[in-house]
């Protein structure tokens, strides 16, 4: 049974820093990619962004591109997002997401999510 | 406004059958396979379809997916109470090079 337990979510006030971890187990973590996916509170879902299973390419969304940085620790089954200079619109649960296959086709597993609050 | 475009609400009666239509463009839906998901109150995301028609292990029948052009569908039939939740399409887009959800659509069994 696949894990995804994601962690590291809290109150910062704007313009602060925050990094959630997801732990994963029970797959090998290193063959997939893996997501990072929000939700604001009463609002859909919204893909952040993207890693794959080497860590060398990454996507982002537009609204968190160059304050948002994805990686992962293959020897430590983790992944990571560093979120700076946050804003009250980052306020949302935070999703850690696996590919149901390694060539891809959806996002297959997905961890119960940790929620960011962004807020002075 | 989401790249995606799902109506905001569907329903229909238990027992009977509805479909969800999910809207976008040749550098996304019409180039790239649809996934969709649903969202019971209080969870996390699940996936129901992958590769626009195909269900993962332990999803019934009843749920169904199509992609024709630039636009999938969500077919559930024998609609039960338990299958009130938000749906949700989603795919990559080539052209931004990022994944795209549709707005969800939320499903009322009256």
């Known amino acids: 049974q696949v894990q995804l337990v994601e962690s590291g979510g809290g109150v910062v006030q704007p313009g602060g820093s925050l990094r959630l971890s997801c732990a994963a187990s029970?797959?090998?973590?290193?063959?997939?990619?893996m997501h990072w996916v929000r939700q604001a509170p009463g609002k859909g879902l919204e893909w952040v962004a993207l890693i794959r299973s080497d860590g060398t390419n990454q996507h982002y969304a537009d609204t968190v591109k160059g304050r948002f940085t994805i990686s992962r620790d293959n020897s430590k089954n983790t992944l990571y997002v560093q979120m700076n200079s946050l804003r009250a619109e980052d306020t949302a649960v935070y999703y850690c997401?696996?590919?149901?296959?390694?060539?891809?086709?959806?996002?297959?597993?997905w961890g119960q999510g940790t929620l960011v609050t962004v807020s002075s | 406004q989401s790249v995606l475009t799902q109506p905001p609400s569907v329903s229909a009666a238990p027992g009977q059958k509805v479909t969800i239509s999910c809207s976008g463009s040749?550098?996304?839906?019409?180039?790239?396979?649809v996934s969709w998901y649903q969202q019971l109150p209080g969870t996390a995301p699940k996936l129901l379809i992958y590769?626009?028609?195909k269900r993962p292990s332990g999803i019934p029948d009843r749920f169904s997916g199509s992609k024709s052009g630039t636009s999938a569908t969500l077919g559930i039939t024998g609609l039960q109470t338990g299958d009130e939740a938000d749906y949700y399409c989603a795919t990559w887009d080539s052209s931004l090079s990022v994944g795209v959800f549709g707005g969800g659509s939320k499903l009322t069994v009256l």
């Open positions: 590769e626009n028609n």
């Open positions: 997401a696996k590919d149901l296959f390694p060539s891809g086709s959806g996002l297959g597993s």
């Open positions: 040749s550098s996304n839906i019409g180039n790239n396979d």
């Open positions: 029970q797959f090998t973590f290193s063959s997939y990619s």
